[in-house]
């Protein structure tokens, strides 16, 4: 995706216009559909509570940067930020659980659907602040706002974000494993080195559940290039071939002891610990790793691409990639008691957020367009992101909407770290649940 440039200042003005306006603006709340009212007096501080990404530089940057941007264009609104904790969203589910929801909320597309039915996210689509945010979205990027239902539930910063394979290129040397690795007994074999080495092999934090199954997902899409998508198809009741060989796959580099034996117990500090002091060869986290990667290892540290059943599958399908458009972003709480303003706050956050991104941080995978120059040197990384991997990328895995065979994809894919636990099982638990929903 190459980012196009063209000014916010459309949507900067019609965000601030329309914050001194609030009193008169409309838009739809997903419960009683009807324009809702700040409460703050008039000329006085309004102050959003905001649970948000806020725990490593790369994503305190792009936040504590958006909020200080809001304090120019919107200084009667006072930020409280509620951190957000890596554990699913367990915590902001726990909120909507018992009717303590911030105003605002950055989530994905799994929590965005559950809080849609428990009517704890507001909808978006009729507010003006959505009609400008969808004029300066990049080409490619609508499903990011845009839901499968047609619905808008959050604003986002980020664009197709995708997952990779990041490796210590110093351990790779002193091991003797040569690169680029290409097929999965190739990784087999460099798993069997690096463990007779006393290395982990590949650390990954499985703790949480999305992690073992977006590593499962770049398998699947070098057989199936729509990856998990095409299990929401009408009438499939059970795996196709893709499917089952990339659980095959997945069990033989589990045998072949890739990951830590408690994986499925380790959290993302953990893992990232783990490899960032050269105590694992390898880590598995979205192409947003590459900042700390870089800053921690330097020009030790590279990514590579997923590896496939042989040399030729992997060359033809190396550039399908390991990511789905979603929707996720800022969200908004219909109990705020400024509801008016967070609508408007949200999408601003979401705009200067991606805004940082890429010029603090030289990314292209951003939602929104924007014409400042990038101000900060780029990672080698993000450079063959940029330059390699996006300009041939051929499709990104598409979204899988149905939440039942998601959190059946989830379970099982992190049960496969385990000992003990089979293809057949893998496969007997996943076709139970499809031939359930796609009947």
Known sequence: ????????????????????????????????????????????????????QHFDDDTKGPFDYAVEELKKEMPEVEIELDPAVQDGYQKLKT?????????????????????????????????????????????GVESRLVAPDGHVYAYPDTGIEFQLIYYNKTIFDEVGIATPIKTIDELAAAAAKLNAAGYVPMSIFAKEKWISAAFYNGLVTREESQGFGA????????LSQPFVT????????????????????????????????????????????????????????????????????????????DGAGSPQGYAVSPASANKETAVKVAAFLAAKSAEYKYTQLGSPIISPKTDKPIASDVPVMMQRVANELLPNAKEYAKLL???????????????????????????????????????
Request: aromatic letters at 10%.
């Open 95 to 139: 909120y909507a659980a018992t009717g303590n929801m911030p105003d605002i909320y950055f989530t994905d597309w799994a929590t965005l659907q559950t809080f849609a039915k428990s009517k704890n996210v507001e909808l978006l689509d009729d507010y003006e602040t959505t009609a400008e945010y969808k004029k300066n979205l990049n080409p």
């Open 246 to 321: 990339a659980a095959e796959q997945l069990e033989q580099l589990q045998q072949a002891k890739l990951f830590d034996a408690n994986a499925t117990n380790t959290n993302y500090d953990q893992a990232s610990s783990q490899f960032y002091q050269a105590k694992s060869a390898m880590f598995v986290n979205g192409q947003w790793e590459i900042y700390s990667a870089a800053e921690k290892l330097g020009d030790q540290v590279d990514w590579m691409y997923w590896p496939a059943k042989d040399e030729a599958t992997y060359e033809a399908s190396k550039y399908y990639i």
């Open 401 to 439: 909407s149905n939440t039942q065979i998601q959190n059946a994809i989830n379970d099982n894919a992190q049960n496969m770290l385990v000992d003990g636990f089979t293809t057949d099982q893998f496969v007997e638990n996943l076709n139970r649940t499809l031939d359930k929903e796609n009947k």
């Open 231 to 238: 299990l929401g198809e009408q009438g499939m009741t059970e």
């Open 1 to 52: 995706m190459k980012v196009q440039h063209k000014r916010l200042s459309t949507l900067m003005i019609t965000l601030s216009m329309a914050l001194l306006l609030s009193a008169c603006g409309g838009g739809n709340t997903a419960s009683d559909n009807t324009p809702a009212a700040d409460t703050a007096a008039e000329g006085g501080t309004v102050k959003i509570k905001v649970y948000a």
